[in-house]
């Protein structure tokens, strides 16, 4: 499966992004896992006065969930930092 | 005379310049020099409770109340305090920045607008550093202020540049204030009055004038690999960097460079280019300190009522346009130059 990472925002608000298809790596299953413990919501709206905080965008398949980067966290977190660490900038 | 004690002209102050200045009526001019020298010409904002809140009683403490926190590589808030106010330099540099930076907008705030920290009340100015890993950016958490190490190959560490810091409490006053909407063209203007109280913060420690003033966002936060010499300008919006890396700087100078995205809340942090440099084009045109003429009028603008938090960029300029004229006169050269700065930027016509 594919999935998309991109991050937006922020005090400079540079955009950075990342992908990788999980079929093409090394651990699908691995990722299946990952994509497996993801919490049904995401934590779509930024705690209020939060200015500057970065905005992730994230797209399993077709799914596309929106996340301040002050609430990233938990499996969220850790299927960004696995995309960002093995995926290919976009 | 305390500054909350203004005497309210019945002749409005414009009016007993232009008498003060005619030659045919020396009497009438003598009469309206005299009267313009007993009244603090300095109108006060109009709407007092986004200039002072409602409710306060007993003395403000007008001292910075600094109290900088660290949170150790974590994300973790606040952090461990590592200094409070009136401490000792520190030796770790992001702490004593930070310090010396809230210290420095503290001081911006008191001394030219006779405000009281961000709120107008004492507020007392918080910041968290070594926050996150790699963290590469800044942010205001509604009450503190956070800041990143940034990573080492692109970005320094972020308390390195004052006019940061200044930006981000700005977000703050804007907060107690105009309240502006982080999203769109209400957002775009949030993210350009932080700008530009940022950037009027360190000029204003550096005492440079406004022909003297880089203009520049967030010099020296880019580390030397990088192609640019800042996040954003407002004398070039679009040329502060043009890196392989980074990319190019996507800010627009003007409206027929407006970028329509969802990114970025509607491109909040692109579009305050044009914002911004309507402000860069009053207060060169004005000269002199850019905080005492362009800065006055802006801050008029964002303690009126007319900015509601949802207003676009032609409504405050509207607004600007109006201050301008009620505070240095309609028809005076400030007053031309608020509202030729906003046409030269396609916001008015």
Redesign the interface.
């Known amino acids: 499966m594919r999935i998309d990472v991109?991050r937006?925002?922020?005090?400079?608000?540079?955009?950075r992004g990342w992908w990788v298809d999980t079929d093409a790596c090394d651990d699908p299953s691995g990722w299946s896992d990952l994509v497996g413990a993801l919490p049904r919501d995401a934590p779509s709206a930024p705690?209020?006065?939060?200015?500057?905080?970065?905005?992730w965008?994230i797209t399993v398949e077709r799914t596309t969930v929106t996340i301040p980067?002050?609430r990233l966290?938990g499996p969220w977190a850790a299927l960004v930092t696995r995309v960002r660490t093995e995926g290919t900038p976009t | 005379m305390t500054p909350t004690d203004r005497v309210h002209s019945v002749v409005p102050p414009y009016l007993l310049r232009a008498v003060a200045d005619a030659p045919a009526f020396p009497r009438a001019s003598e009469a309206a020099r005299n009267a313009l020298a007993s009244l603090d010409t300095v109108q006060r904002p109009k709407h007092d409770h986004r200039v002072v809140p409602q409710g306060v009683s007993g003395a403000v403490d007008r001292s910075p109340q600094r109290t900088i926190s660290d949170a150790h590589g974590s994300?973790t808030l606040p952090g461990t305090t590592v200094r409070h106010e009136g401490d000792p330099d520190s030796g770790d540099a992001a702490v004593d920045e930070a310090y010396t930076g809230l210290g420095a907008t503290h001081a911006f705030w008191l001394e030219v607008f006779d405000r009281v920290s961000i709120d107008g009340a004492g507020l007392p100015l918080d910041a968290t550093v070594h926050y996150g890993q790699d963290y590469?950016?800044?942010?205001?958490?509604?009450?503190r202020m956070v800041f990143g190490d940034g990573d080492g190959e692109v970005f320094n560490r972020?308390t390195i540049a004052v006019d940061?810091i200044g930006?981000?409490l700005a977000?703050g006053v804007t907060?107690y204030t105009a309240d502006l909407t982080?999203q769109g063209q209400s957002g775009a203007l949030?993210e350009s009055v932080?700008d530009v109280f940022g950037s009027l913060v360190a000029q204003y420690a550096a005492r440079q004038t406004a022909a003297q003033a880089s203009w520049l966002i967030?010099e020296g936060?880019f580390t030397a690999a990088v192609h640019g010499v800042a996040?954003r300008s407002m004398r070039a919006p679009g040329t502060a960097y043009d890196d392989p890396v980074?990319?190019r700087d996507?800010q627009p100078a003007t409206m027929a460079g407006y970028v329509d995205t969802t990114?970025?809340?509607g491109?909040?942090?692109?579009n305050s280019g044009i914002p911004n440099h309507a402000f860069y084009l009053a207060a060169t045109a004005i000269g002199g300190n850019a905080w005492e003429g362009a800065g006055a009028v802006w801050w008029d603008a964002l303690t009126s009522d007319a900015v509601t938090a949802s207003i676009d960029f032609a409504g405050f300029a509207t607004v600007t346009v109006d201050a301008a004229a009620a505070r240095f006169g309609a028809g005076s050269s400030r007053h031309t130059a608020v509202q030729d700065a906003w046409r030269s930027v396609g916001v008015l016509d």
């Open positions: 991109r937006t925002g922020g005090l400079a608000g540079l955009s705690a209020p006065g939060v200015r500057d905080d970065y905005t965008t980067g002050t966290d | 994300t590469d950016n800044a942010y205001w958490d509604g009450s972020f940061v930006h981000e977000h907060q982080y949030n932080s967030g936060l996040l980074l990319g996507p990114e970025d809340s491109g909040v942090h692109t």
